[in-house]
């Protein structure tokens, strides 16, 4: 599976969204159940990682489950590495990223250095992303040393995903933080959206159907939920209603 050929497949027609589930906060077994419902209740993707380090057996453990269930009804397993750690040879890809407003230079070329030979000896996909934190940025803004894009100045963000643009990178995704208690501004994702020419992911404190309908009404091609699912009591109806939402526009 060529999963950037998938992304890019699925946006040209239609908003697509995708589930992400946090190695550190869930057992295998758990994470392939939660993918399980995720994929019944419609997401097109699942993605894995989160800022916070992991031990590379239990990411192994995680993906491995997870894959067995994403195989079965052809949905790609995406890795969302915090840093080299979050490596897993089991996943179809890695969204290969640069935090673009990170202060710290580790996370904008130097992990990508340290990592790439890893990626390459594994044989999954790296999809090329720029990676852009906006206010408030949770534990990724902080882990990651991000000047974080105030939520007032959409054209900062706009600048940052077009340089990403500009240097290559196929994916630009806005984070606002796990568990942020709002989304990414629409204004911004408006802006973002119509000052670039490839597809946007937006993601972080997207807790309600509502929430995820703005955001990709605004401009996201794709619309991403961690926090929301793992916490729902009925994980496949929660994802069921998120796609529901976006896919009405």
């Known amino acids: ?23 550190a906060e869930l057992e295998p ?41 994403a195989d079965e009804h ?6 969302f590495p915090g840093d080299v750690s979050g490596i897993s040879k089991h996943a179809h890809a890695i969204f290969f990223m640069s935090l673009l407003n990170s202060r710290n230079p580790y996370y904008i070329t130097g992990a990508q250095a340290i ?9 999954i996909e790296p999809v090329p ?13 902080w882990v990651g040393d991000a000047k974080l894009i105030p939520r007032s100045k959409p054209e900062l963000a706009a600048g940052y995903a077009l340089a990403a643009e500009y240097l290559g990178m196929r994916l630009v995704y806005l984070e606002a933080g796990s568990g942020a ?22 993601g972080g404190g997207i807790r309600s159907a509502e929430d995820a309908r703005a955001t990709a009404k605004a401009g996201a091609d794709v619309v991403v939920t961690g926090t929301a699912v793992e916490g729902a009591e009925d994980a496949e109806e929660r994802v069921r209603e998120f796609v529901r939402a976006i896919r009405e526009l």
């Open 1 to 23: 599976m060529r999963v950037l050929e998938y992304i890019l497949r699925i946006t040209e027609r239609r908003k697509a969204h995708f589930t992400l589930l946090d190695p």
């Open 129 to 141: 992303m720029g990676y852009i934190v906006v206010e408030p940025g949770g534990a990724v803004g």
């Open 181 to 202: 208690e709002s989304p990414v501004p629409a204004e911004m994702v408006r802006l973002v959206k119509n000052s670039i020419g490839v597809p946007l992911i937006v």
């Open 29 to 69: 077994k758990q994470a392939a159940e939660l993918a399980e419902h995720a994929i019944a209740g419609g997401t097109d993707a699942v993605m894995v990682g989160g800022s916070a380090g992991v031990d590379r057996e239990l990411l192994d453990e995680c993906v491995r489950a997870i894959r067995v269930v």
């Open 115 to 123: 990592g790439a030979h890893a990626v390459k000896r594994s044989g």
């Open 74 to 79: 052809g949905k790609p397993v995406i890795l």
